[in-house]
């Protein structure tokens, strides 16, 4: 019998402006977002074989008995649970960095391990914007839906230290995250310890450091997004600087990132990530960034577009508990 371990926890998302004159009787069109996939060139389509001689078709052979598909675990819980942790004490900070962790519904009892997505705040917000946000809500009601498949969230406060454009080796939130959160997180947790189901993304401020965090660590995450990011020219040195990164990384071309962005037509932070994304475009690293029509760089256009935020990190998850490992062997 497994030792009870509460499964390892503790208690306690450039418009385009009409430049013909309008007809005063036309139709007012829609706003619609502007969206831009790069994606690799496609490769070219091999020869096709040459179809064999018929040969005789040999008796069939009997048809092996299959064993049953495993169906999702009977779970009675509507929705997932949010659990505080209130005293984080990062000694990179020297101070307490308190973050909540959203868990599915019947965490507990579905014995299983769950892909997970760290979610930053920007200046001048908490550990609890994402929920604020609706991320909570948004995520059970993709997951009843069958929609998203259940994941793990990870909302930390990045204090004092996440607002200083400090870089290792100094002390740095990037170290905060890396050496201190990530490791708390997959021992008290049961996650998949593994890139391909490790995200992380953020608003504003944390929209860059989820970039300068991701792009320099594709062996520790997979997925990145930046809604609304901060993107500038002279808020971090090269090495660390996400429009650098897009411009110059050497590895990038090969990194396998999954990368996300977004923002407002009328937010002052498209400016660097249409920079940054002309970039990676420039150099055909595929991405996919998101110029929505109307909104402002705010909680009211971040809660409306929280739904595509999730929709991104969950694609290629599993659907169902089922599909996950099990909790009770070491992760794949």
Known sequence: MMPRRWFLIPLALLALTAAAACDPLAPIPTPTAVVMI?????????????????????????????SPT????????????????????SAVADENLPYRVYIPPCYL???KRYPVVYLLHGL???????????????????????????????????????????FPPDPSFESVVLDELLPAI?????????????????ISRGGFWAYSIGMRHPDVF?????????????????????????????FLAAADLD??????????????????SSRLSSRGIPHTY????????????WTAHVQEYLSFYGTGWPLSDAELPSCLEPSP
């Open 259 to 276: 990368m996300y962005l977004d923002n407002a037509a009328s937010d002052p932070a498209g400016i660097g990530l249409e920079r940054f």
């Open 38 to 66: 790069v994606t690799p060139d496609a490769s070219l389509t091999p020869p096709p074989t040459l179809t064999p001689t018929s040969t005789t078709t040999p008796q069939a052979t009997p048809t092996p008995e299959q």
């Open 124 to 166: 001048r917000q908490d550990e609890n914007t994402w929920i604020e946000a609706g991320v909570v809500d948004a995520l059970d009601q993709a997951i009843r839906l069958g929609a998203i498949g259940p994941m793990i969230l990870v909302m930390p406060s990045f204090g004092s230290i996440g607002t200083l454009d400090q």
């Open 186 to 202: 997959e021992r008290d947790f049961c996650t998949i310890n593994d890139r391909a189901y490790r995200a992380i993304g953020g």
């Open 70 to 89: 495993p169906t999702a675990f009977p779970c009675a819980e509507e929705g997932g649970r949010v659990l505080n942790f209130d005293d984080f004490e």
């Open 222 to 250: 997979s997925k990145l997004g930046g809604h609304s990011a901060a993107f500038n020219e002279d808020n971090a040195p090269a090495a660390n600087n996400p429009l650098e990164l897009a411009l110059n990384a050497s």
């Open 109 to 111: 009892e579905t014995q």
């Open 290 to 301: 998101v110029i929505s029509p109307t909104g402002e760089h705010d909680m009211d256009y």
